[in-house]
């Protein structure tokens, strides 16, 4: 069975920080990985999708990398933003045909301070 | 283009009620997966149906089951409701099965859940 783990699960920084948050799974045979973020009350955002023979994928100061023989995905954030104070979601989709659909990780936290 | 829409967003229930939540996917996306989310189990998969037929179903008792409609419309309902089933519950749409296409997911707000 899949898991996913994600640390830290809280982070705060100041503004401006440079920052990568750590995701690990167990199962290397995935079809994709996503990162999420979700909001308070608020359902979840997609901000990127590796697909398991990709290596990276970046969205302007997003940045995540895939290394799925050692089973880790770091996303990181370049110069961060009070507004980027969310919690990160990371997802592995496996390759059995979606038959567990996406497994979570329980998320990092993540606060910026102003 | 309209996101993913679900109603309703809040709902309170008694234990042993049963309640359906609807989910409407984002135009021409022919999947719909439902996740609850809770504080101590995080996201956890429940179903994912495609084309009016369940593809792929998580560890979840029979309590929970869905359905999907010709125009992809989901709902998901639960029968005798537990304490325990108090979470957001959240439906994500695609255009093809999760797993064989390259397509992200798309989520709704979620419908918040509370059983007393």
């Known amino acids: 069975k899949q898991e996913v783990t994600q640390i830290p699960a809280a982070l705060s920084v100041p503004e401006g920080e440079n920052l990568v948050l750590n995701c690990s799974f167990t199962?290397?045979?995935?079809?994709?990985l996503q990162w999420f973020r979700q909001d308070p009350g608020k359902g979840l955002t997609s901000l990127l999708l590796?697909?398991?023979?990709?290596r990276e994928q970046t969205s302007g100061r997003l940045n995540a990398s895939l290394d799925k023989s050692s089973g880790r995905s770091t996303l990181y954030i370049a110069a961060s933003q009070p507004g980027d104070s969310a919690t990160y979601l990371c997802?592995?989709?496996?390759?059995?045909?979606?038959?567990?659909?996406?497994?979570f990780g329980k998320g990092t936290h993540l606060i910026i301070q102003p | 283009k309209a996101g993913v829409t679900q109603t309703p967003r809040y709902l309170i229930k008694t234990r042993g009620q049963q309640v359906t939540l609807s989910c409407s996917p984002i135009?021409?996306?022919?999947?719909v997966s439902w996740y609850q989310q809770t504080p101590g189990q995080g996201l956890q998969f429940l179903f994912e149906y495609f084309s009016e037929t369940q593809r792929n179903k998580g560890n979840f008792p029979g309590r929970f089951s869905g359905r999907q409609f010709s125009n992809s419309r989901s709902e998901m309902n639960v029968s005798t409701l537990e304490l325990g089933d108090s979470a957001l519950y959240l439906c994500?749409?695609?255009?093809?099965?999760?797993?064989?296409?390259?397509?992200?997911?798309?989520f709704g707000p979620g419908t918040r859940l509370t059983v007393l």
């Open positions: 590796i697909q398991s023979s990709q």
């Open positions: 199962d290397s045979a995935i079809y994709n």
């Open positions: 135009s021409g996306h022919r999947s």
């Open positions: 997802a592995v989709g496996g390759s059995g045909g979606g038959a567990d659909g996406l497994t």
């Open positions: 994500a749409s695609s255009l093809a099965i999760v797993g064989e296409s390259t397509d992200t997911q798309y």
